[in-house]
Nanobody, 124 residues
Framework: QLQLVESGGGLVQPGGSLRLSCAAS????????IGWFRQAPGKEREGVSC????????YYADSVKGRFTIVRDNAKNLAYLQMNSLKPEDTAVYYC?????????????????WGQGTQVTVSS
């Protein structure tokens, strides 16, 4: 059974940091594009960051550039999203997802394997 499980969410003050983890089981992440998406209440799910399966090229939404970093550890079948300088507007449920390497756009519709999500709340 193909499964993705996120962890690492929580409550953090503005300016703080969190590292989200995405663990895969039942398949090898190395051969898939990986994406992190988020959905805030009342808003559509949006692409935060994605990373290719081949050359490690990355995409970041403008709202997180310079603050978030996506990393994949193929040896451990894990992916991470390091989030620094967090802002209240980063509050959302964060999902990791995987898709075929052929679908390059970092949009939810291109991803077919999803985790259950982890809540990130940025508040003082």
């Amino acid at each position: 059974q193909l499964q993705l499980v996120e962890s690492g969410g929580g409550l953090v003050q503005p300016g703080g940091s969190l590292r989200l983890s995405c663990a895969a089981s039942g398949f090898t992440l190395q051969y898939y594009r990986i994406g992190w998406f988020r959905q805030a209440p009342g808003k559509e799910r949006e692409g935060v960051s994605c990373i290719s399966s081949s050359d490690g090229s990355t995409y970041y939404a403008d709202s997180v550039k310079g603050r978030f970093t996506i990393v994949r550890d193929n040896a451990k079948n894990l992916a991470y999203l390091q989030m620094n300088s967090l802002k209240p507007e980063d509050t959302a449920v964060y999902y990791c997802a995987a898709t075929t390497p052929l679908l390059r756009l970092c949009v939810p519709g291109n991803y077919n394997y999803w985790g259950q999500g982890t809540q990130v709340t940025v508040s003082s």
